[in-house]
C-alpha cells in the first residue's frame, strides 16, 4: 500500500494519545522539551528550526503549532511561508540559515549523516553547548514529530466566522 490518500477523502483520524496510554514516556519527552525551552538559544531562532523540521517530517500537528508560535513571536508571515525554501529566501539571518542547515540535516541523517561542510557551517555560529542545545531542539522535535505523525495527532481547525449576516 503507498500510504497515499485519495484527495477527496478526509483527513484520517487520530489513531490513539499518547499521553491516555503512555504517560510516563509522554513526561519523559516534556523534560526533555523543558530542558530544550531553558537552554539559552533564542525562543524564535528554535521556532523557525522546529517549524522546518515538521515540514520535513510531514507533521501537520507540529507544523500548525510552530507557525502559530512563530506569528504570536512576531514573525511575518511572509518569513513563516519562505522557511521551506529558506535557501533561496532573502528573509533570513545567517545564523538563522546555519540553524536550519543543522536542522535538516540532523533530521534527515540517514540520507547524508550530517556532512562535515554542514558542520563547519554551523559551527560559525553554535559552539560547545550551544551546538548540543540546538542538536538536542532538533531531535526533541523530531521526536514529537513522529509521536504525532504515528498517532495522526488532530490538529486544530479554526472556525472562520460566517460575513453573511
Known sequence: MSGLVHP????????FDFAAVAPAALAAMESL???VDACGLD?????????????LNGCAFCTDLHARRLRQAGVS?????????WRESPLFT???RA??????????VSADHVPDEVYHWVSRYFSGKALADLTLAVVAINGWNRLSVCARRDTPVERRQSSAG
Open 8 to 15: 477527496e477523502e478526509d483527513a484520517p483520524a487520530q489513531r
Open 33 to 35: 522539551q523543558r530542558y
Open 43 to 55: 525562543h524564535t531562532l528554535l521556532e523557525l528550526v522546529k517549524q522546518r523540521c515538521s515540514q
Open 77 to 85: 508571515n511572509q518569513k513563516i511561508d519562505a522557511i521551506a525554501v
Open 94 to 96: 545567517r545564523e538563522e
Open 99 to 108: 540553524a536550519l542547515a543543522w536542522g535538516e540535516s540532523v533530521t534527515l
